[in-house]
């Protein structure tokens, strides 16, 4: 069993950044591929980026290639989102999410999420 638990959202101007932070309960952390998604209002949820247990291979949605960087601290328990020049369309409840494989659909933990808004 994992617990998810989101932080760092907020209110930001457009071409600002965020990191969000994603704490995670449970030894077994490390074994899990974790990803970050987002569902922003009247929108189905969608992928935005994922790593590997170990920290060497992400994956990213081309509207975020570039812009956002994840990363993760096994140590720490913790998952990471850096997001840079953010854009209004990038306004959404951001999730973490705990699977078995970092390109997958197969996501078996989630968090509560953290807003996200992006001003023009």
């Known amino acids: 069993q994992v617990q998810l638990v989101e932080s760092g959202g907020g209110l930001v101007q457009a071409g600002g950044s965020l990191r969000l932070s994603c704490a995670a309960s449970?030894?077994?952390?490390?074994?899990?591929?974790m990803g970050w998604f987002r569902q922003a209002p009247g929108k189905e949820r969608e992928f935005v980026a994922g790593i590997n247990w170990s920290g060497g291979n992400t994956y990213y949605a081309r509207s975020v290639k570039g812009r956002f960087t994840i990363s993760r601290d096994n140590a720490k328990n913790t998952v990471y989102l850096q997001m840079n020049s953010l854009k209004p369309e990038d306004t959404a409840v951001y999730y973490c999410?705990?699977?078995?494989?970092?390109?997958?659909?197969?996501?078996?933990?989630w968090g509560q999420g953290t807003q996200v808004t992006v001003s023009s």
């Open positions: 449970g030894r077994t952390f490390s074994s899990y591929a």
């Open positions: 999410a705990a699977g078995s494989d970092y390109v997958g659909s197969e996501w078996n933990y």
